[in-house]
């Protein structure tokens, strides 16, 4: 089956969706074409040269990052500075170069959910909501003959989404009338009669933005003339899509006993802790990467502590005013749980779609930072 780099998007578009990228963020590809062939996939956390010299050895077809090996515009590509000599190396390699950040930060089952777990924390909620994501129901009616043969197109789409599961519908049976006008070309039923037909109900939670797409598909497969079908706005209010996690621990703890288990669940070398390192914490908000942006969310959300990367000086002595406590894990090993995690994940994807391709994870990073 020939596979390409836009087979592979696609598998990752489920994962973590475009839409939930930040607006300042250049999630996406970042080298090469959505065309070009794909028999080999490698997962890293960072663009780096010694990554991408990996992966040309390797004989690697697209390289998927979390952070993006372009960030801010380029003026030039000039083949003799850093980027421009990553760039020539990955072109002349024909290595795609795919990129998925803060879409991958709030995605449920994302990196925050991964670090959620490596933590140990339950009844989870967003720590920072991500702009609108615009859910809708979408509910289409058919002849109960073609009842599965609709769901299955259903899941073909982007439709029936909700938080970590997919294939999400609901159904039920009925019974529709309509009457066929002198121009139309029924499947069921006679001109100028009411016809009285066995219908089924299908609904499933879709994004806003892909209605027409799923509409278009839909259309195909079904047999009506005239497809009956409804879009509901939703609101939300249990969203898991998001920067950061609010959850509680299974028991209160100190606050130095809680930094040193997640030292030790981590295999750090060390943490940076503000506050009094006896405070007792329940609740626990956490973000990957880089925390700082989110600090006001957390002195909000009422948890003791929040764990994070790269926090600043001051940011410090804000939760030491709002009496608060501050774990600093590092940027690195916040967001490198994610990369074996979703190798993992896109192989079974890839396998289940009948993609014969190889899907791994680089194992040759390291945090950049050396303590002495």
């Not at 967003?126 to 994501?133: D, E, K, R, V, W």
């Not at 506050?275 to 969310?297: F, K, Q, T, Y």
Request: hydrophobic share 40%; net charge negative.
């Amino acid at each position: 089956m020939y596979v390409t780099v836009g087979d592979i998007v696609n598998l990752i578009e489920k994962i973590a969706p475009s839409r939930l990228a930040e607006k300042w963020d250049n999630s996406g590809l970042q080298i090469g074409k959505l065309d070009w062939p794909v028999k080999r996939v490698l997962i890293s956390l960072d663009p780096t040269p010694d990554v991408i010299e990996a992966a040309c050895n390797s004989k690697t077809d697209l390289l998927i990052t979390h952070h993006p090996m372009i960030f801010n515009p380029l003026k030039s590509i000039d083949f003799s500075s850093s980027i421009g000599a990553l760039i020539y190396k990955a072109a002349i390699n024909n290595l795609a170069i795919f990129s998925a950040h803060t879409n991958l930060d709030s995605a449920a089952d994302g990196i925050n959910d991964i670090l959620v777990l490596s933590i140990g924390l339950k009844n989870l909620k967003t720590l920072s909501t991500t702009g609108q994501t615009d859910k809708c129901k979408f509910v289409v009616y058919v002849p109960a003959d073609y009842e599965h043969k609709i769901i299955k197109a259903l899941f073909e789409t982007k439709a029936g989404v909700i938080g970590s599961y997919t294939c999400c519908s609901f159904r039920n049976t009925g019974k529709g009338t309509f009457k066929p006008g002198y121009s139309a070309k029924p499947f069921i039923g006679t001109i100028d009669e009411i016809s009285h037909v066995d219908e089924v109900r299908i609904e499933v939670i879709a994004d806003k933005h892909d209605i027409p797409e799923i509409v278009s598909y839909i259309r195909h497969y079904h047999p009506y003339e005239t497809m009956a079908y409804d879009v509901y706005p939703l609101y939300e209010y249990d969203n898991k899509e998001g920067l950061g996690r609010i959850g509680e621990l299974e028991e209160k703890q100190e606050l130095h006993i809680l930094a040193k288990k997640i030292k030790e669940n981590l295999a750090l070398t060390c943490v940076r802790v503000v506050g009094n390192p006896e405070i007792l914490v329940n609740h626990v908000a956490i973000c990957s990467g880089s925390g700082s942006g989110l600090l006001n969310d957390f002195f909000k959300s009422g948890a003791q502590v929040y764990i994070t990367g790269d926090l600043r000086y001051h940011d410090a002595r804000s939760a030491e005013f709002e009496g608060r406590g501050l774990i600093d894990i590092g940027h690195f090993a916040s967001e490198y749980l994610i990369v074996e995690k979703l190798a993992q994940k896109l192989n079974i994807m890839a396998g289940e779609a009948g993609y014969g391709v190889i899907v791994e994870a680089c194992r040759i990073e390291r945090d950049p930072f050396v303590i002495l």
